[in-house]
């Protein structure tokens, strides 16, 4: 990709997660079925808010050529007041990861069925780079942070729409069909916060169909951007689907359309753009992308997990 001034902070992110990504060969050549993680091809395709709109905005809708996202924010019960509170909707990189989470521990198992691990800490250590700013593991306030986005996830409504050669399918569904919570006495006398879910069968049976795989690590490495998140699950599905020798060419208009909605002008969202694309490369090598004035270039390129391991 041809190189493009940035920010200083633009620059030290980038250098972050170069570093992070410095192994990104090797772990994807020594992969295996608990080092990968999978996203549904429409959320590779379209993309969930990357910050709060508001708990007052209750749809969000996005269409990215023949796939089309709908989501529309839920309600769970307080068992305090026994009513039903409104939820707002799924936003930002926290959501993005969970549901590749949670899409990984359904597809490893084959079963809709998840247990999340023995504490709602460690659930978050499996999806997020313990070892960021050099920390030991999530603190409260990032514990609590992704306990709100799975809540979120869990009772949104989503309509998933996919379109090829004529033939047109629409999937009405939940992420999750059922969720239950409970407190259970730890060894310590501590209060755990543990969790067991259900994927709704149509979401999973749909996910089955078509899962794409995605590399533990460069997920871990790119999780303080909803926007690399995304760019990185685009790529993933879109590149090696391409024809050898004939290079795909996508307008700065298109670009913008899919990964900027949320920014007014196109003078705003080309810079973090090309923060957060050159993040995704350097956890992604075997990407193959031409930038300039005009667009984007994609060319024919190897997945970040190949069919082979991901089929294991």
């Known amino acids: 990709m041809k190189k493009t001034k ?23 050549q020594s992969a295996s079925l608990d080092t990968i993680y999978y996203q549904h091809t429409v959320l590779c395709q379209t993309c969930m808010p990357y910050r709060n709109p508001g708990d007052d905005v209750r749809e969000w809708k996005r269409k990215q050529g023949d796939v089309s996202l709908s989501i529309e924010a839920g309600e769970a019960m307080d ?3 026994n ?7 799924p936003y930002g990189p926290k959501a993005r990861l969970i549901i590749s ?13 998840i247990d999340v691990e023995r504490s709602l800490t460690a659930f978050i250590r499996r999806i997020q780079d313990p070892t960021k700013s050099g920390k030991l593991g999530p603190n409260g306030r990032e514990v609590s942070m992704f306990k709100e986005q799975l809540m979120r996830l869990s009772v949104a409504t989503i309509r998933l729409g996919m379109a090829n050669a004529g033939h047109a399918v629409q999937v009405n569904s939940q992420f999750v069909e059922t969720l239950d919570f409970w407190l259970t006495q730890s060894e310590n006398n501590k209060l755990t916060w543990t969790q067991t879910l259900c994927l709704s069968q149509r979401y999973f049976k749909s996910l089955q169909k078509h899962a794409v795989p995605l590399s533990e690590r460069a997920l871990a490495a790119l999780s303080h951007s909803a926007m ?8 993933a599905q879109r590149l090696h689907r391409i024809p050898a020798g004939k290079p795909q060419f996508i307008a700065w208009a298109a670009v913008k359309e899919q990964f900027g909605s949320e920014y007014g002008r196109m003078s705003h969202f080309r ?32 997945p970040p997990i190949s069919a082979r391991i991901a089929a294991v």
């Open 6 to 28: 940035q920010g200083s902070e633009g620059i030290e992110q980038s250098s972050e997660v170069e570093n992070r990504c410095v192994e990104t060969d090797a772990s994807i």
């Open 79 to 81: 068992w305090e007041t």
């Open 83 to 89: 009513q039903w509170e409104k939820v707002g909707l």
């Open 101 to 113: 989470h949670l899409n990984s521990e359904a597809i490893r198992t084959g079963m809709p069925e």
């Open 228 to 235: 690399a998140l995304d760019i990185y699950a685009w790529l």
């Open 271 to 302: 810079q973090p753009f090309h923060v957060a694309l050159s993040q995704v490369l350097a956890c992604y090598p075997e990407a193959r992308i031409e930038s300039n004035r005009s667009g984007l270039t994609l060319k024919h390129s190897s």
